[in-house]
């Protein structure tokens, strides 16, 4: 019998994390994946739970069966431990930093060795969670990213949903969040949702780009011929374009939701139309009744656990190293080199929280980063495909960004009581108030004074635009002070990375989850199902 020595801990089952625990087992290792979510897919193949035992589970998906045919070999893989509705509260570097190999030590040198991975199993409203430890030999970070939208006067009204937030209840719930329903915002993404709100039963009334037709031009057209390798990304696209046609859904550029009114809940929408820099043209402002609105602004990457476990950052406009003690970068991404190898010991990244380049790049990152992870030879032939297509999918990425920017405009859509932070109801006249004084500019003191970031989301919503205000209201980047024992802030910085109750903490851990032949994994679909 051979052993398998490789233990490798993939958090994230989105494409990027299925992929990589798939390469990872081809490589021989043994593979613990871990998801908050009930099953594997991530939003972009977010599944409806099992207890609906649906009969068209391919409804509002795009490379269903591809993906279908990948889960089942990783969930029924006898090296696999599947570990549903399961977080990662914490990681714990093992040794102290210094700590010396011991020569007679086995197994991988400790200064190569990932973090120590603290998981919590079970249902996030349950009272019976159990806590694990793990201790890989490497981890795999595919964590994924969060909407961002950026805020207006109403947009927190009840019917005012993130994009992914609609999105998520079509496709994991079969609900239609209204009937009448405006799409906003820029970038791609809002395409697939119109869409999966049509098939879901939802009423769209148009889809709004707030980028002008010049920048999309200049930012997709720029090295034109790249494009000849996404012909996969065309296909897509020509099938959403299609479905809007269809339903007679119009797609309008430079124009974007400013303002949302309602008594108890979202009534009507005021659109405008933008110059290039997201300032509003006078006199373009319509109103148009709705019941429901879905707004996103694009992604932030998910970057608590990378900084957890001390991965280095680098700024997305530049590309040079993230300077940590300043408190305004909120466009950061992992650094990682030609291996999807991050600068943390053992630790690798793939998928959005390395560049936002949608579900195959994450893919193509996934399945380099599990190969190497599980000790895959790196000059493996089957590599180079694999690294053309990462390559590609980087520059898809840059492409993405130039042609669905954020205008530095936009913050002249605020007025001094629009909600900044929508869990504690903070507005933009309380974060200028304090950012006028010296002592409140710094972001630990903003927080404490504004309460921004203090609600049931800790920031992850209003952090990046918390910052970026803040910076702008300070005339520049805040150079953070230094405080002794603690790291500088930043929007992502969290000691704990998912809550915990106190009882849980104090429960001692069992064992690590093993291996089994999971019963939850379906039948292979017959051509009879699915159809």
Excluded at 58 to 68: K, T
Excluded at 142 to 169: I, K, M, N, S, Y
Excluded at 253 to 265: F, H, K
């Amino acid at each position: 019998m051979t052993l398998c020595r490789v233990h490798v801990a993939v958090v994230g089952a989105g494409p990027a994390g299925l992929a990589a625990a798939e390469a990872a087992l081809r490589a021989g290792a043994r593979v613990t994946l871990v998801d908050s979510a009930e099953n594997p897919g991530g939003q972009y193949h977010r599944m409806l739970p099992d207890a609906y035992a649906a009969a068209r589970p391919d409804q509002l998906q795009h490379g269903w069966r591809a993906f279908d045919r990948r889960r089942r070999r990783v969930l029924a893989h006898p090296r696999c431990t599947w570990c549903p509705e399961t977080v990662v509260w914490a990681l714990e570097h093992r040794f102290p930093e210094g700590e010396l190999d011991s020569p007679g030590d086995p197994g991988p040198p400790r200064s190569s060795q990932a973090p120590r991975v603290h998981l919590l199993s079970g249902p996030p409203d349950g009272g019976a969670r159990v806590r694990h430890v793990l201790d890989p030999d490497a981890l795999v970070l595919a964590v994924g990213a969060h909407d961002r939208v950026l805020p207006f006067p109403g947009w927190e009204l009840p019917g005012v949903f993130t994009a992914g937030a609609a999105q998520a209840l079509a496709k994991g719930e079969r609900v239609a969040v209204g009937d009448r329903v405006v799409v906003a915002g820029t970038g791609p993404f809002l395409l697939p949702v119109a869409v999966s709100l049509l098939e879901a039963g939802a009423g769209v009334l148009e889809v709004l780009e707030a980028n002008t037709p010049a920048t999309l031009a200049r930012g997709w057209s720029r090295r034109a011929w790249e494009l000849a390798a996404l012909t996969g990304k065309a296909g897509e696209l020509r099938a959403y374009v299609v479905d809007l046609a269809r339903h007679r859904v119009p797609y309008r550029c430079g124009r974007a939701v400013v303002g949302a009114r309602g008594e108890g809940r979202v009534e009507e929408v005021v659109s405008a139309r933008l110059r290039a820099d997201w300032s509003v043209v006078p006199g373009s402002e319509r109103s148009t009744a709705v019941d429901a609105l879905c707004v996103s602004h694009g992604f932030s990457p998910q970057l608590e656990l990378p900084l957890a476990a001390g991965c280095a950052l680098r700024d997305a406009a530049s590309g040079r190293p993230a300077d940590g003690e300043r408190a305004s970068a909120v466009d950061q991404f992992v650094v990682v080199d030609d291996d999807q190898r991050t600068t943390a010991p053992g630790v690798f990244a793939a998928g959005e929280i390395t560049g936002i380049a949608g579900a195959p790049a994450a893919r193509v990152e996934g399945t380099l980063a599990g190969w190497i992870a599980a000790g895959g030879d790196p000059a493996a032939p089957a590599l180079r495909s694999v690294r053309r297509a990462r390559d590609q999918g980087r520059a898809f990425a840059r492409r993405l960004a130039r042609a669905h920017p954020i205008g530095p405009a936009w913050p002249g859509w605020l007025s001094p009581g629009t909600v900044i932070c929508r869990c504690e109801g903070t507005d933009y006249g309380a974060l200028r108030r304090a950012v006028a004084s010296p002592a409140g500019a710094a972001a630990r003191v903003t927080k404490l004074a504004t309460r921004a970031g203090l609600g049931p989301c800790q920031g992850r919503i209003c952090g990046p635009t918390v910052a970026e205000l803040t910076a702008r209201l300070g005339n520049g980047p805040t150079v953070e002070r230094p405080v002794a024992g603690l790291p500088p802030a930043t929007p992502h910085h969290r000691p704990l990375a998912h809550p915990i109750r106190l009882g849980e903490l104090a429960a001692p851990p069992q064992p690590p989850p093993q291996p089994d032949h999971p019963s939850h994994v379906p039948p292979t679909p017959t051509k009879e199902t699915e159809r």
